[in-house]
């Protein structure tokens, strides 16, 4: 079974800086791969997902970005961070078709100060 | 459009009482119901999941059946543990989407000793 790694586990960061959170996937092939996030006490916001190496599909506008460099990779990055961008980020994987489900690394906690 | 509705929470029960969650769904075609789980600090687990019309999936003694004629996939547990103190989160992932899948809110359970 596929096992997704995410780092940092947590990060503090201020304002206007970079950000770039790395996602790599074992146990599977051309995966289908999503960021999503999670604000406090809130519900979960699909941020970016990607079927294919360099394929992104964005789905809300923002200052965040996606990238698949590799076939189990997929990265989230900032140029400069807002407040707003705190959050507990979460990448998942999962195969082609409605029956497949969604499996998730363990996240990272994003604090902007 | 598809989308995924959970009773509002938070639910707090005693040990061993009986628990219901609510999900209802809304969706073009036939989807794909998931239940997933979500420990504090933690990403989010699979807990179980259903693909067609009147299955029952099950796992560590939670069950959930795929009811079409009311668009519904309550999820249950006879008998609830402290361990099972948790947010709880109902998906939906269909035919010919965009590969995502679409989330409830989540449902926050705490179990008292």
């Known amino acids: 079974s596929q096992t997704i790694h995410q780092w940092p586990a947590t990060l503090v960061q201020p304002v206007g800086s970079p950000l770039s959170l790395e996602c790599t996937v074992e146990?599977?092939?051309?995966?289908?791969l999503y960021w999503y996030r999670q604000a406090a006490g809130r519900g979960l916001q699909l941020l970016f997902y990607?079927?294919?190496?360099?394929?992104i599909s964005s789905e809300v506008p923002q200052n965040l970005s996606a990238s698949r460099p590799q076939d189990r990779q997929f990265i989230l990055s900032s140029k400069k961070l807002l407040l707003s961008d705190s959050g507990f980020y979460l990448c998942a994987c999962a195969g082609a078709g409605p029956n497949s489900p969604l499996h998730f690394g363990n996240g990272t906690r994003l604090t902007v100060t | 459009g598809n989308s995924v509705t959970q009773m509002e929470g938070p639910v707090t029960l005693s040990e061993e009482a009986f628990l219901t969650i609510n999900c209802t769904y809304t969706a073009t075609g036939y989807p794909s119901l998931f239940w997933y789980v979500q420990y504090p600090g933690e990403g989010l687990q699979l807990l179980l999941k259903?693909?067609?019309?009147?299955d029952k999936g099950s796992n560590k003694g939670f069950e959930a059946t795929y009811r079409k004629e009311t668009t519904s996939f309550h999820l249950e547990k006879g008998s609830v543990q402290v361990s099972d103190s948790a947010v709880y989160f109902c998906?939906?992932?269909?035919?010919?989407?965009?590969?995502?899948?679409?989330f409830g809110k989540g449902t926050k359970l705490t179990v008292n000793p």
């Open positions: 146990g599977t092939s051309n995966p289908n």
């Open positions: 998906a939906l992932r269909y035919q010919g989407g965009s590969e995502k899948l679409v």
């Open positions: 259903a693909t067609k019309a009147d």
């Open positions: 990607s079927v294919g190496i360099g394929q």
